[in-house]
């Protein structure tokens, strides 16, 4: 069984959002990056699990520069075979996509594993497209993945509740909570990720479909207004006359 | 030369979400002076079909042979659409199925997109720039579309929709598609009784101040009341003391209700990004200094297990008297 599991590089959880260049670039300064914690923590840790019990290879997937080695050497750490970085600026999904679909073609990957989205542009949109680019089916927002042979099971995400897929591989699945459990890497993982192999491949000719023109803020809250707790009569007035909620 | 809307459609039912990308779509419709035609599938009622009109669809086209959410087949018959109308833009909701058909069209076509549209797009002649969230709702951006075909998915509960009393022409649409090869073995819905929480406008959640899952009776109680969703905090799914998918945050799922009730929620900022796009928050703390409440419209500074039953109390009464 081969596996492939898109890793993206995300700002830590807590980070204080700004931009620079007129709004048009995130600052990057004095922020700590991560692996998307969806990436890390359902499609990284679920491929490793299905490869200890099936057997076969995980191979982690990254589009960046140099500055993306960090977090594709903690996926390692992780538990992951070897990595591929391309070697280019991730302009947009599509341009991702396209990068992990031409890399991944000629491959015979029996599964691509990706987070559901990535913490900072939200867009699920790398799965679908790199689904679409290979002509295989896409799940999304997987919470359960069981294998039988070479049919998967898996539970996602639809309108108003949770559908059980069958299907055969090899497919792209994109990862939610539920999937698996975060890992906390070891001493020896993080000793062996130092020699294990991380492939630099050059971008193949692809367009980005999209740019940001402008990053924006939301607007400040004003203050909050406070209640008495013995009073809720006037919370639910507030509610209706000012607020228009209910 | 047609705006395409597409409608997902679950048991014969146009979905919630629909009208509203519907509506998005006539109004961008109405700017490159053209129509909307709305694509659907399954066993819709022609009666509802000609409904759709009232958002602003001229024709709907329907797919009889499609029963299933199947992504390939539908992929194939977006895209056929897409040719058949010679659609110039195409919207979706940013859905569980608008994320999965999105995409793939985008793929197919080599039309950018940009996901989870929270405003009307500005369009000045082929160039369109549109906004969406990002940085899990801690910031905005705004898009270029560079392609000539632009695909849109639109956040739902973004825009307001008005009705007007127009009624669509329906057609069969069949064309060849390839055939799907994932098969659909259950739909579980979840929770049965209660009001799915990503569609829901009004919504109460708890924390760890509640102490422990027996004691959120008085959650259900106030939702029941005000005819809200229950959600909860990450720490409260992670401890199973709630199921997974009511955990709201940027690691859970983002809402964007009306209202937004938090008690016994401290306001991390994990939790806020996936509220924040909330209309009104409420929050009920015992802790007065408790983040949240400076992301708060209401604060209430007192003992859950005290407030709830009261606000529970109030909104009975209040809806006794309207």
Known sequence: ????????????????????????????????????????????????????????????????????????????????????????????????????????????????????????????????????????????????????????????????????????????????????????????????????????????????????????????????KLIDPENMDELVKLLHNEAKVI | MSVLVFADARGGEITKAAPEAIYYGKQIADKISSTVTVLTYGDVSNDQLEKLGRYGASKVLINKAIKEDNDQSLSALVAEAVKAEGAKVIVFSFDPTGKILAPRLSAKIGAGLVAGATALPEMDGDSMTVSNNVFSGKAFAKYRIKTDVKILSLLPNSIQVSESDGSATVEEFSPSLPEGKLKVKEMRTLGGEGIPLPEAELVVSAGRGLKGPENWAIVEELAGALGAATACSRPVSDMDWRPHHEHVGQTGIAIRPNLYIAAGISGAIQHLAGVNGSKTIVVINTDSEAPFFKAADYGVVGDAFEVLPRLTEAVKKFKASN
């Open chain 1, 1 to 224: 069984m081969k596996i492939l599991v898109g890793i993206s590089k995300a700002p830590d959880t807590t980070t204080k959002i700004s931009f620079t260049d007129n709004n048009t670039k995130f600052n990057e300064d004095k922020v700590q990056f991560i692996v998307n914690p969806y990436d890390e923590w359902y499609a990284l840790v679920r491929g490793l699990e299905l490869k200890e019990k099936n057997g076969g290879s995980v191979t982690t997937i990254t589009v960046g520069g140099a500055d993306h080695d960090p977090i594709i050497r903690k996926a390692l750490a992780i538990g992951a075979d070897d990595a591929v970085r391309i070697n280019a600026e991730p302009t947009d999904a599509y341009f991702v996509a396209k990068q992990i679909s031409d890399y991944a073609k000629d491959q015979g990957y029996d599964l691509i594993l990706l987070g559901k989205e990535t913490i900072n542009y939200n867009g699920s949109q790398v799965g679908g497209m790199v689904a679409e680019m290979l002509d295989m089916p896409y799940v999304s927002i997987a919470s359960k993945l069981e294998l039988e042979g070479t049919t998967a099971t898996i539970e996602r995400d639809a309108q108003g509740g949770i559908e059980v897929l069958e299907g055969e591989l090899p497919m792209v699945i994109s990862c939610a909570k539920g999937m698996a459990e975060q890992r906390i890497p070891n001493m020896r993982g993080i000793m062996a990720a130092r020699t294990k192999p991380l492939n630099v491949v050059e971008p193949t000719d692809s367009p980005a479909l999209t740019e940001v023109v402008e990053f924006s803020l939301p607007a400040e809250k004003g203050d909050v």
